[in-house]
């Protein structure tokens, strides 16, 4: 860590430039929740009686999310406010955020916050669980896994 970003009790300073992790995290879940539901930012904006730069500023971790606004936006995403620290993994000593997923992008080369926040991903996820027929989602299933260039094991 850098040492004009440490504080002179030795913790770490965060700023907009160099947002907590746990932000940058928690902004990524309420990205990720609003695009499965089809929500623009001004959608979710309108419904919280915010700006969409506001939203913008949340999902970016430009601006730190209070608890009071988390809660209103559980609400209108239709999810407990413990959605969005699911799969926060926190390693104290270097405060880094990482998925339990990061081993195993990372041996394929992917970074995993970059593949979990792309338009693509989340699109796909949205269009795979819109199958209402459980038979033909696990076709789709089967279809991807055969056509991927890896083999994974099933957990």
Request: aromatic content about 8%; cysteine-free; overall charge neutral.
């Amino acid at each position: 860590m850098k040492k004009e970003n440490m504080k002179k009790d030795g913790l770490v300073k965060y700023s907009s430039d160099n947002p907590n992790p746990i932000d940058k995290y928690v902004g990524s879940r309420i990205r990720l929740r609003r695009t499965l539901l089809g929500y623009s930012q001004e959608k979710l904006a309108d419904a919280l009686g915010i700006t969409f730069q506001q939203v913008q500023k949340y999902e970016n971790a430009t601006n730190r999310v209070g608890a009071s606004r988390l809660h209103d936006i559980s609400q209108v995403l239709g999810v407990s406010v413990s959605y969005f620290y699911d799969g926060l993994n926190v390693d104290k000593d270097s405060a880094s955020v990482s998925l339990d997923m990061v081993a195993e992008t990372k041996s394929l080369g992917l970074d995993v916050s970059k593949v979990m926040e792309s338009k693509e991903t989340l699109k796909l996820i949205r269009y795979y669980y819109s199958i209402s027929n459980d038979a033909l989602r696990q076709r789709a299933y089967d279809l991807i896994k055969a056509m991927s260039q890896e083999n994974f094991e099933e957990e």
